[in-house]
């Protein structure tokens, strides 16, 4: 299974992998399909170890899973399609995470930067933390209990997959541009879209029925909501 980075649907479907050539870093070829849910091109540029194509080959789309590839770029579309963010959330912390979400593909260190940054403008904006490191002010959410266990367990996962520890400046500084692994920049980018459900959308949702209900209530002549 894959998922089309331009319509976020997933399938299965056979690829085009075309070798381009090999040098000094190994094989490079593309691999190539079109979606069949928005029929849009997709291509990759791929870094194999030397052998590990032969010839231009039809398969599976998952090629970036198979043993021997070292890298997979995303070239068409030029960026992966994520959700939007949500009107909800302030325009300087949304500024924040379109950017980081933008560079995702090409520098995972920076993307990285931008959404530990703009994670701590949001529990800074909503969770009221005590100025800190960032390490610190996850600690003090999590001490509060507000969240549900899953998101919970997401946010703190932040830390043990960034390592403070091994990369303390990864903690006294959000800004600073450090090694990280593309996992780690995609799992910021995910606890991200959580928190933005759970701090900005779900209570705009929840006041919308609660003014609906007590608009009913008040159409039948009974009290409105307290």
């Not at 000094?24 to 069949?36: E, F, K, N």
């Not at 912390?93 to 950017?99: N, P, T």
């Amino acid at each position: 299974m894959t998922t089309c980075p331009h319509c976020l649907v997933a399938f299965q479907d056979n690829d085009f992998r075309t070798l381009l050539g090999d040098d000094i870093d190994g094989q490079w070829l593309t691999v190539t399909y079109t979606c069949p849910a928005c029929q849009r091109l997709v291509v990759y540029l791929i870094n194999a170890d030397a052998g590990t194509f032969h010839a231009t080959t039809r398969g599976y789309s998952n090629v970036g899973t198979l043993e021997g590839i070292n890298s997979r770029r995303l070239i068409i579309p030029r960026i992966a399609a994520r959700k939007p963010c949500p009107t909800e959330v302030p325009d300087y912390i949304a500024k924040d995470y379109s950017r980081a979400a933008l560079i995702m593909e090409d520098s995972p260190e920076a993307s990285a930067a931008l959404s530990r940054r703009c994670l701590q403008s949001v529990l800074r904006d909503t969770a009221k933390v005590k100025p800190g490191n960032l390490a610190s002010e996850i600690q003090e959410v999590l001490d509060k209990k507000e969240f549900p266990s899953y998101l919970s367990e997401q946010i703190d996962a932040i830390r043990h997959i960034g390592n403070f520890g091994a990369h303390p400046m990864k903690s006294n500084s959000v800004d600073t541009i450090v090694g990280v692994e593309p996992q780690e920049a995609e799992w910021n980018l995910e606890v991200l879209e959580l928190l933005f459900d759970f701090y900005y959308v779900q209570p705009v949702v929840a006041a919308r029925k609660w003014a609906a209900l007590d608009e009913k209530l008040r159409d039948v002549g009974k009290a409105g909501m307290k």
